[in-house]
């Protein structure tokens, strides 16, 4: 029976590495991202692949990534590469490995392949079976009318995570700046059905759900703006390309201090009217807002967020001295 995954690694940033690139992938340790992925896929020349899975399985087992969640990205399952990407990346560096990260999902299969794969590499390994685990990207339309299934393919998957540039380019879409609305479309956000499905499907199975990148990686206000909207509908974390969107992402997806700290009171507080002492209320005030169950769901999403990122809490919630 696999493990079962660990769904709440903190991932506010997720900082693609190119695996060609051993000064990147050397840098890249020293930076503040909750995540990393080294990746074989698009930011790798074909004729680099090779070299590439050799520099990520040395990245990997020379250590030296505090408490990141480690991650490669493979190839998809359409190419000739994906076996041998999963193959030389776990038997070469299995235990120093989070997950995988399998891009352009678009069927179920996809990831019950990789999960059989990753399962006989562990056994016979001598690695732990299923605790790698798998984010699933979300590329095209076929994906993203497969999701439900996709997200519940397999125990291993952790993350379900938007491709907006393979995306946009699949479905033909008018426009070549990731992230930012197509031309022409002025009536709302052209990516709310497809953040919104991602979301829901993450919901729905205790999946995380992420944001995919921004490349305009000089525009720090702009890739700001992009990670409000999605942070602002749940999302837990976002891509980052460069340096300078790190800081910006570890930010946007963790709660504001204030709200952390009126999370952190509302769950006292509600603990404390429900209890014995407090009359085994349902309902109470704190302040001038009445707070129940919901608010105390509410409140748990908030507070588990910002001690996820590691906040303080700069409160302290008292009875009624009354
Ligand atoms: C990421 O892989 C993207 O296609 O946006
Ligand atoms: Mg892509």
């Excluded at 790190?246 to 209890?275: C, G, K």
């Amino acid at each position: 029976m696999p493990a079962a995954p660990k769904t709440i690694r903190p991932r506010r940033s997720c900082l693609a590495v190119p695996g060609s690139n051993p000064r990147f992938l050397e840098k890249a340790k020293g930076l503040d991202a909750d995540q990393v992925f080294l990746d074989l896929e698009d930011a790798c020349a074909p004729l680099a692949k090779p070299g590439a899975r050799k520099n990520i399985v040395a990245a990997l087992n020379e250590g030296g990534w505090g408490e990141k969640v480690r991650v490669v990205r493979v190839n998809d399952w359409t190419t000739k590469w994906t076996y041998q990407d999963v193959i030389e990346v776990v038997e070469g560096a299995g235990s120093n490995l989070d997950a995988i990260m399998l891009p352009k999902v678009q069927t179920p299969e996809h990831v019950v392949a990789l999960d059989l794969l990753l399962t006989q590499i562990e056994t016979e390994h001598g690695l732990e079976v299923g605790r790698i685990g798998i984010e699933a990207q979300i590329e095209n339309a076929l994906g993203l009318i497969n999701i439900d299934a996709i997200a519940k393919a397999s125990p291993r998957v952790e993350t379900l995570i938007f491709g907006p540039a393979d995306f946009m380019a699949s479905i033909n879409m008018k426009s070549l700046v990731v992230g930012e609305q197509p031309p022409g479309y002025d009536v709302g956000d052209a990516y709310h059905h497809i953040l919104m499905s991602i979301l829901m499907a993450a919901r729905a199975h205790d999946k995380q759900a992420i944001d995919g990148p921004y490349l305009q990686i000089r525009d720090v206000d702009g890739f700001r703006r992009v990670a409000d909207r999605s942070a602002a509908l749940g999302f837990d974390g976002k891509w980052v390309l460069h340096p300078d969107q790190v800081a910006a992402a570890n930010e946007v997806f963790s709660p504001r201090q204030e709200d952390y700290d009126h999370a952190e009171d509302i769950l006292d507080a509600y603990d404390w009217h429900t209890s014995e002492a407090g009359g085994a209320k349902g309902s109470a005030m704190i302040g001038d807002e009445m707070i129940d169950e919901a608010s105390r769901k509410m409140a748990l999403v908030i507070s588990g967020k910002g001690r996820a990122a590691g906040m303080q809490r700069t409160t302290t919630w008292e009875p009624p001295t009354e």
